[in-house]
């Protein structure tokens, strides 16, 4: 339940009331904030707050930390976030050797369980970008089938976009290692350099997968343990986007909704159901209406790949790659009949674009079919084409982007993309073109870690501080610019800037709290960023994660 308490000796502020985060500001709102039934009362001088106060509230002293308006991931996979937290983590090998290394390990431990020998075994976010190019050119089905045995097994290519299997996987699923089918429309098979296949599944073709679903309760499970790795990182809500590996969103809503009776506030959360569930959303949204914890945002769908598994669709190939421009998951047409149809039910759609081509077919979408009353989506938005730029303002499309991806990414983009890449996480440009960008982790494909999305944001280089000088230096972001784009913008999206994204009495008091100010650090530089933590998350007037 939520409590009245006073916060006092801290350091308060936001990246004020504008409607773009080109007009982002600071604004410091003093040192104490008094807080009532879930709400901010009043905030300012310690002196002016305490006038307000009835005198009985309990006091927590900040000690100097950093206030700010509660973090929102703009698009993530919550279930994902905390199954992840129970596998195998693959994500910092580089080397298929490593990889096994680590899948091996975990299959023998398996195989010493007589309830778990048979259960599939998931390792999750191997990159095969960074392998030694022998490895991945040799890459064999028998390979993994030598490190996990008869043991079902799925590795997860970190952007969720392929996967690597093992023999028993495909048996499991009704599928013939030797003699696969024909990959599905939007999908493909990998193939060694013999034409054999290698246990590589691209896109569509995962789908060929027949994996168990989980029980309720292990699914509960996975919630509870993503909220409070959200917590743990200062987010007090979260738009949770709709996948083919991921729980139902309306399923996930309920859930959302039980923890909360049970366990109190954890998460506010945004869902987006896949656009096949939009019964189920229509639905959910009678029964729920707007919920002020959980409800019904928006609808998802798929229209393109990734960058890492080469299936995003560019207007132009690959580099080495022959006439490979990626893919579509669906045809065009059909993508325009998603968004008429999910406009015409009165929900923006929130598609997922990555390639330039990708973007810009979904742009023409909207323009043709989409509904100027409402506020699609982007999602991704990472690769464009600088003619596109000023369609998002125009059509009101916005950008839900993940600069956090370029930590990875950057050394493939320029790889595959060449002087291409340049538009790649293009966040500036798409503001200097008046765009709205709002953003996201997309976690688990990476961490939801508010301190990488800040460095890759403001300074668009890697945990080593690579490439010198930052990334297409000319796209990074001022840090109010950052913090709009995780407070205010979210908020300004789904409608509710009103209630959230603000340090503004009357709205509600969900809060992140910093050993210091986060904006300052982003000033002084990547270590000084490293050096930040999230010391206290409060939702609704309530701690959800508190380190003093």
């Known amino acids: 339940?939520?409590?009245?308490?006073?916060?006092?000796?801290?350091?308060?502020?936001?990246?004020?009331?504008?409607s773009s985060a080109a007009g982002a500001v600071v604004r410091r709102r003093g040192s104490a904030v008094l807080i009532h039934q879930g709400l901010i009362v009043a905030l300012g001088s310690e002196k002016a707050v305490r006038s307000r106060a009835r005198g009985d509230e309990p006091l927590v002293d900040l000690a100097g930390r950093a206030v700010t308006p509660g973090l929102v991931d703009s698009h993530c996979h919550l279930d994902g976030v905390g199954m992840a937290s129970l596998c195998p983590d693959l994500s910092a090998t580089t080397s298929k050797a490593q990889c096994l290394d680590i899948i091996r390990h975990a299959a023998a431990e398996r195989a010493k369980d007589p309830a778990l020998a048979k259960e599939w075994l998931?390792?999750?976010?191997?990159?095969?970008?960074?392998?030694?190019?022998?490895?991945?050119?040799?890459?064999?089905?028998?390979?993994?089938?030598?490190?996990?045995?008869?043991?079902?097994?799925?590795?997860?290519?970190?952007?969720?976009?392929?996967?690597?299997?093992?023999?028993?996987?495909?048996?499991?699923?009704?599928?013939?290692p030797a003699a696969p089918p024909e990959a599905p429309t939007g999908g493909r098979l990998g193939r060694d350099a013999k034409g054999k296949p290698n246990g590589l599944l691209y896109e569509n073709a995962m789908g060929l997968l027949r994996?168990?679903?989980?029980?309720?309760?292990?699914?509960?499970?996975?919630?509870?343990?993503?909220?409070?790795?959200?917590?743990?990182?200062?987010?007090?809500?979260?738009?949770?986007?709709?996948?083919?590996?991921?729980?139902?969103?309306?399923?996930?809503?309920?859930?959302?909704?039980?923890?909360?009776?049970?366990?109190?506030?954890?998460?506010?959360?945004?869902?987006?159901?896949?656009f096949e569930h939009l019964d189920a959303a229509l639905d959910h949204r009678h029964r729920h209406a707007r919920d002020i914890f959980h409800h019904v945002a928006g609808v998802k769908t798929f229209f393109d790949g990734s960058l890492n598994s080469h299936t995003a669709w560019m207007l132009q190939p690959y580099q080495g790659e022959g006439e490979n421009a990626g893919l579509t998951v669906i045809p065009?047409?059909?993508?325009?009949?998603?968004?008429?149809q999910s406009n015409?039910?009165?929900?923006?759609?929130?598609?997922?674009?990555?390639?330039?081509?990708?973007?810009?077919?979904l742009l023409d979408a909207i323009e043709a079919v989409g509904s100027p009353d409402l506020v699609n989506r982007v999602e991704h938005a990472q690769h464009l084409s600088p003619e596109d730029l000023g369609r998002f303002a125009r059509l009101s499309a916005v950008a839900s982007m993940q600069t956090c991806h370029l930590l990875p990414d950057w050394k493939t983009a320029d790889r595959v993309l060449g002087p291409r890449a340049r538009w790649s996480y293009a966040a500036q440009s798409l503001l200097d073109a008046?765009?709205?960008?709002?953003?996201?982790?997309?976690?688990?494909?990476?961490?939801?870690?508010?301190?990488?999305?800040?460095?890759?944001?403001?300074?668009?280089?890697?945990?080593?501080?690579?490439?010198?000088?930052?990334?297409?230096?000319?796209?990074?972001?001022?840090?109010?610019?950052?913090?709009?784009?995780?407070?205010?913008?979210?908020?300004?999206?789904?409608?509710?800037?009103?209630?959230?994204?603000?340090l503004e009495p009357g709205t509600e008091a969900d809060l992140t709290i910093w050993n210091r100010d986060p904006l300052a650090a982003a000033t002084a530089g990547p270590e000084a960023i490293k050096a930040l933590t999230i010391d206290g998350t409060i939702l609704a007037g309530s701690f959800t994660h508190r380190t003093w």
């Open 344 to 361: 015409a039910a009165g929900f923006p759609l929130a598609c997922h674009a990555i390639g330039d081509r990708a973007v810009r077919e």
């Open 434 to 502: 008046g765009a709205t960008v709002i953003l996201g982790s997309d976690a688990p494909v990476v961490p939801c870690d508010p301190r990488d999305s800040l460095l890759s944001a403001v300074w668009r280089v890697d945990h080593e501080g690579e490439p010198h000088g930052g990334w297409y230096a000319s796209e990074r972001l001022i840090p109010e610019q950052w913090l709009w784009m995780h407070t205010r913008g979210p908020a300004l999206v789904t409608g509710e800037a009103k209630q959230f994204g603000t």
């Open 332 to 340: 065009p047409q059909e993508l325009r009949r998603q968004v008429a």
């Open 211 to 274: 994996l168990p679903p989980p029980t309720r309760e292990l699914r509960a499970r996975h919630v509870r343990l993503g909220m409070a790795i959200y917590a743990k990182n200062g987010y007090t809500n979260a738009h949770v986007v709709g996948s083919g590996n991921h729980l139902p969103i309306t399923e996930l809503l309920d859930i959302a909704a039980e923890l909360h009776a049970s366990h109190g506030p954890m998460l506010r959360v945004r869902g987006y159901p896949l």
């Open 122 to 176: 998931l390792g999750l976010s191997f990159n095969i970008n960074v392998w030694p190019p022998s490895e991945v050119q040799d890459l064999a089905i028998a390979d993994l089938d030598a490190a996990t045995g008869d043991i079902p097994s799925v590795l997860v290519q970190f952007d969720g976009h392929s996967c690597w299997v093992n023999s028993a996987a495909l048996r499991a699923s009704g599928v013939d």
């Open 1 to 18: 339940m939520s409590q009245d308490f006073l916060l006092i000796n801290g350091e308060l502020l936001d990246a004020g009331v504008s």
